[in-house]
């Protein structure tokens, strides 16, 4: 063998999933230099990459990177039926469209999961939204994303990238919201035992311990409107009590399963991580203290906690939630939120005129008998849930967070990521507004899919059946692994 092959060998036991496959000659990603290889299989169902001049001034990683390319080839039927029928219908999306370019686009990395590789690519940059474009076409990338963050040197190591600022982002996602609905729609199996259930997918399987939990989620209805709330109310917070302006905000469905929500503002974009904790901190009411420091009647143990609210921020959101719920409040309701003497119970529904206004409006929170600090703390707890915003906190207080781009499809569902106006939150169709293929129809096989509202139309539930689909719903269930194109 010439010393200008690198021949790389990967053993699988996985005989199965490499029958599918196209052995031979194979295009390898185009940052590999458009270069291709000689995939080969041995008689004992290991798989040989052999590529020319593979090692020439990349050294090392470029093995690695080949290992993993070939490996993630082998664990995926890179030539199924299926997948080309996304390919072709994301690749004739990205030739046909006009994405909008992000703001300060030679600032920003860019990143791309490919559908044939099966890879993630990173530390890509673009001098302007036409060059960007080419290599969407180009390499059909099932999910794109750029950096929220500014850099100097968007292409550089992680270190050296010269971090200039970041947008301040929030994503609300249905797998962080306990719906009513996903035990009828959700799935999880353990990769490590096959323990499989219905469902939010634990963070550990209850039979092994396994962390390794594959997950089938679906973007339901229920699921996405309980979302939006979690947008409105984080929406609220952003404009009322932070004072970001309608122009600074952008709402987006994320293609999924939620909402993202974009701050591009000089006023918070070098906010380092712990500046971006706080707001998460006030948004979802984590560490609100509720104690005021007013001297405590002489008649009172110097023990007790006092309850006070001040005029400012999520004090006068309480106040106003308290009103709102004392107003309507029912027996059950108060129970509910965790109030178990009964003569608080009975006094609030008895005195709710007073309670409105000396307790809430003067402030004078235990002027009514029976109704104490401590029910005033247990009110205020359960009302500080309710109102905060069920954001993934991790994503805000990253500084170098990677996002989905505006107007590029979801790899898990063939929906767009869309922005709209603020104003439109409450009006905005997921199920309408994000169907990006709009023409045709395909013949798929459903081996278990729920009943789904897409472009107008209801379709399902289905199991084990040959539908013929409009093309946006046959590629919804293909992406979620729910059917397949058989012919
Ligand atoms: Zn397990
Ligand atoms: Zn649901």
Redo the contacts with the bound molecule.
Sequence with gaps: MDDSYVSLLVKTKAKDSVAGMNKGRIALPHFAGNRTATLLQTQSGELLLLGDGLNNGSGNSMVKFLQVCLFIAVMTKVNSLSQQFVYQKFSSFYENTEIKSPSAITQREFAFFLLKQRVMVRHKSFVNLSSLNSILCENVPSDVYHSCAYYENPEADMSKKGWLGSDLVFDID?DHIP????K???EWTCKQCGLSGNGVTPERCSNCGGQRLDSKT?P?????A?AKEETAKLVDMLQNDFGFLDEELGVFFSGHRGYHVHVVSESSKTLDALARKEIVDYITGLGLELCGKGKAPSNRKASSRIFRLHDFGRHIRLRQDLSQFIERATENDLACAGIRSKKAIAAILQYKQQILGRCIEEGLWTSINGVTDETWFKLAEYLTNIESAKIDTVVTTDIHRLIRMDGTLHGKTGLEKVGFPVSRLDAFDPFTEAVAFKDGTAKVFVSNAPEFRLGGKVFGPFRNKTVELPTAAAVLLVCKGRAEVKE
């Design positions: 249905a719906t009513s609905c996903n009828s729609h959700d679906w339901c209805g229920l699921c996405l309980s």
